[in-house]
């Protein structure tokens, strides 16, 4: 079973803070993904990675960075923090090569409040 | 603009009935589609897929029906549990290992 972990769980920030979302997997996944979660919206990538070094932009990139310094880690990195990024932020894993081609793996989130 | 789209938002059926969720898609090239579950405060966690060359996948009360003229496909979910209840999410990939376009999802609610 694949295991990914986010921390922390819970995180209140205020306007124009810096937050670090940090996410790990023990699963050797060469891809990883952050998405937010909003009632409404469903669920949308912010940034994804197919490897250490590597990040590319999802669909909604504007406002965060995003680290991939080893195949393990992948962090999500607001600079200045707004209310309007107040959400539920999900990291997930897979890898399209292994047997469960394509099956992402998520994270049991990290809920964000900015004040 | 959204590539996936989910009707119903909301559903409630009683135990026992059989629940069908609802996706279509824009993008003809799309040719993997997962169906999440997410129960309150989880992560989603994949529960049945289906690629664009089949019409149709079974996985013990969870069936995908799919219809590629029409880019539509449902979720049949037979003899619906109360701990089916859960948020279903709907999503689409082009080729393999890129990335996936989630519907808005749809809440399912099983009532004994």
Same mark, same amino acid.
């Given at each position: 079973?694949?295991?990914?972990?986010?921390?922390?769980?819970?995180?209140?920030?205020?306007?124009?803070?810096?937050?670090?979302?940090?996410?790990?997997?023990?699963?050797?996944?060469?891809?990883?993904?952050?998405?937010?979660?909003?009632?409404?919206?469903? @669920?949308? %990538?912010?940034?994804? /990675?197919?490897?250490?070094?590597?990040?590319?932009?999802?669909?909604? #990139?504007? =406002?965060?960075?995003?680290?991939?310094?080893?195949?393990?880690?992948?962090?999500?990195? @607001?600079? %200045?923090?707004?209310? /309007?990024?107040?959400?539920?932020?999900?990291?997930?894993?897979?890898? #399209?090569? =292994?047997?469960?081609?394509?099956?992402?793996?998520?994270?049991?989130?990290?809920?964000? @409040?900015? %004040? | 603009?959204?590539?996936?789209?989910?009707?119903?938002?909301?559903?409630?059926?009683?135990?026992?009935?059989?629940?069908?969720?609802?996706?279509?898609?824009?993008?003809?090239?799309?040719?993997?589609?997962?169906?999440?579950?997410?129960?309150?405060?989880?992560?989603?966690?994949?529960?049945?897929?289906?690629?664009?060359?089949?019409?149709?996948?079974?996985?013990?009360?969870?069936?995908?029906?799919?219809?590629?003229?029409?880019?539509?496909?449902?979720?049949?979910?037979?003899?619906?549990?109360?701990?089916?209840?859960?948020?279903?999410?709907?999503?689409?990939?082009?080729?393999?290992?890129?990335?996936?376009?989630?519907?808005?999802?749809?809440?399912?609610?099983?009532?004994?």
């Amino acid at each position: 079973e694949a295991a990914v972990t986010q921390s922390p769980r819970n995180k209140v920030a205020v306007t124009g803070g810096k937050v670090t979302l940090s996410c790990n997997q023990t699963n050797n996944h060469n891809n990883m993904y952050w998405y937010r979660q909003d009632t409404g919206h469903g @669920l949308r %990538l912010i940034h994804y /990675s197919y490897g250490a070094g590597s990040t590319e932009k999802g669909d909604i #990139p504007d =406002g965060y960075k995003a680290s991939r310094p080893s195949q393990e880690n992948f962090s999500l990195i @607001l600079e %200045l923090a707004t209310p /309007s990024q107040t959400s539920v932020y999900f990291c997930a894993s897979g890898d #399209p090569t =292994g047997q469960c081609q394509d099956t992402q793996y998520f994270g049991p989130g990290t809920r964000l @409040l900015v %004040l | 603009q959204q590539q996936v789209r989910q009707s119903p938002q909301s559903l409630t059926v009683w135990e026992g009935e059989t629940a069908i969720l609802n996706c279509s898609y824009e993008d003809s090239t799309f040719n993997y589609f997962p169906w999440y579950q997410q129960f309150p405060g989880e992560g989603p966690a994949l529960l049945i897929s289906i690629r664009s060359v089949s019409d149709k996948k079974e996985d013990g009360r969870f069936t995908i029906f799919f219809n590629k003229r029409e880019k539509k496909l449902s979720l049949h979910i037979t003899d619906s549990q109360p701990g089916d209840s859960a948020t279903y999410f709907c999503a689409a990939m082009r080729g393999t290992g890129s990335k996936l376009s989630f519907g808005k999802g749809a809440k399912l609610t099983v009532s004994p």
